[in-house]
């Protein structure tokens, strides 16, 4: 899976990882993409602990950093793409697969995603496994 840089405004990015390919799952109009953001770990932050990360995880990663899983989303994949093209999104080097099942496995645990999430996750997986 690729992470990439977004940034909402251009003195900002944050890290996100794409956890599923494109995929068509019941109740979505086009083909969507399930997206996470890291945030660093400061003292004092109240941190969810299914996925932490240490530098070196990813080159972006230079610092402890946390899955936000409540904030996790379901991207339209034609967005991403206007957006890869726009230079809105910075895409960068892949994550290593065993950090995306570190993450993937946070995903499931953490009691701060979303059930629609997991439920977009899962069917994700299905349609994958099964393809």
């Given amino acids: ?19 599923t390919d494109p995929v068509s799952v019941a109740g979505y109009p086009s083909p969507c993409v399930l997206l996470v953001n890291l945030s660093s770990i400061y003292e004092g932050r109240d941190v969810d602990g299914a996925c932490v990360l240490q530098p070196g995880d990813h080159s972006r990663i230079t610092r402890p950093s946390y899955v936000v899983y409540e904030v996790a989303r379901i991207d339209h994949a034609d967005a991403l793409v206007e957006d890869v093209e726009s230079g809105r999104i910075e895409v960068l080097e892949p994550v290593a697969l065993y950090v995306i099942d570190r993450i993937c496995a946070g995903l499931e645990a953490s009691p ?14 299905r349609l994958r496994l099964t393809s």
């Fill in 1 to 19: 899976m690729d992470a990439y840089a977004a940034s909402r405004n251009n003195s900002l990015k944050h890290l996100f990882v794409a956890l």
């Fill in 112 to 125: 701060n995603t979303p059930e629609e999430i997991k439920l977009f996750y899962r069917e994700a997986e």
